[in-house]
């Protein structure tokens, strides 16, 4: 017999008249009618092709195949309910997995506010992080490899949403012992003619165009080394004196022994959402949800 044969509220009506022991009863219960509950067990005994109840004047008492029906029947709606609520859950965001594409800093600023504020209500939601740039994290997310990546600008992402969420100051990172480490804030035209530094992983490639579309700007032609290695080597490199850096405001939290930041003046970086409009993901829409919110607080009016 198929369960499409007989509905779920069948199977209530048959629990309770068993729980209850008697049809009058069960429906006082479920708030129905007796002769519904009366007819849709005589259904469901139809379908089966077995009787479940011996009736009588006191009430009702299962059969031996009743009992086993019900017995099984048990195990069926627990399972049931079990997997609603489980399923109803991860539908209202609060259980998953969020995949993040990251070219900043997680240690202050936008992102570090707004996963400290989604973790108060999606605790259940497990959050994985991949860093890289816009080369990675754009087919990343066309091909829902990525729920979301914050990237700097406005880059090109066919068939992708993007909101502009934060701005960050820009700074310029350098020796403890270099001579402009002494002023409060750096002008473009001090940086002219000065060596610098960054690695071939992102956003290292972001902050070389970055310096030479500036600096060109001032007709200067930047000197600008790559080196494969990562943030840390790259800034024992800086504090050993062998170069300057660029880098934004959220990763100055991080100190490093030797190294200084100063702001770079009037400078500062729009960084953007993009994600696919295709992506159902319950936890992630709540969490982009949560990102319009924050940034209009910031001011900000999340809009492409």
């Known amino acids: 017999m198929a369960f499409s044969e007989f509905e779920l509220r069948h199977l209530r009506y048959l629990l309770a008249t068993a729980d209850l022991g008697g049809i009058r009863r069960a429906a006082r219960s479920l708030s129905v009618e007796p002769s519904t509950i009366s ?23 299962l059969t031996h195949a009743g009992e086993l029906f ?11 309910t079990h997997a609603t609520k489980d399923v109803g859950v991860i539908g209202r965001g609060q259980e998953g997995v969020i995949r993040i594409g990251l070219i900043s800093s997680i240690a202050s600023g936008f992102i570090a506010e707004l996963l400290d504020a989604y973790a108060v209500h999606h605790a259940g939601v497990r959050i994985e992080y991949v860093e890289g740039g816009v080369i990675d994290h754009v087919p990343a997310v066309q091909q829902h490899r990525l729920d979301v990546a914050f990237l700097t600008g406005t880059p090109a992402a066919e068939g992708c949403e993007l ?7 820009v700074f310029a990172v350098m020796s403890a012992r270099h001579e402009l480490a002494e002023k ?30 500036h600096l060109a700007e001032l007709g200067n032609r930047p000197s600008v080394q790559q ?78």
């Open 70 to 80: 019900i017995r099984r029947m048990r195990r069926v709606m627990s399972e049931l």
């Open 227 to 304: 080196h494969a290695v990562y943030r840390d080597t790259l800034m024992q490199i800086v504090a050993n004196g062998q170069g300057l850096t660029l880098t934004s405001e959220a990763t100055v939290a991080t100190q490093f022994p030797g190294v200084v930041y100063r702001p770079l003046a009037g400078e500062s970086l729009p960084f953007c959402a993009v994600w696919s409009p295709r992506n159902d993901n319950p936890a992630f829409r709540r969490f982009l949800s949560l990102a319009k919110v924050i940034s209009v607080k910031c001011g900000l009016s999340a809009q492409p």
């Open 184 to 213: 409060e804030e750096i002008a473009w035209t001090d940086l002219r003619n000065l060596e610098f530094i960054v690695s071939e992983a992102a956003p290292g490639p972001e902050i070389h165009d970055y310096l030479v579309k």
């Open 163 to 169: 909101a502009h969420l934060w701005n960050e100051r």
């Open 39 to 61: 007819r849709g067990i005589r259904d469901l005994e139809d379908n089966i092709g077995a009787a479940l109840f011996i009736r009588g004047y006191g009430g009702v008492t």
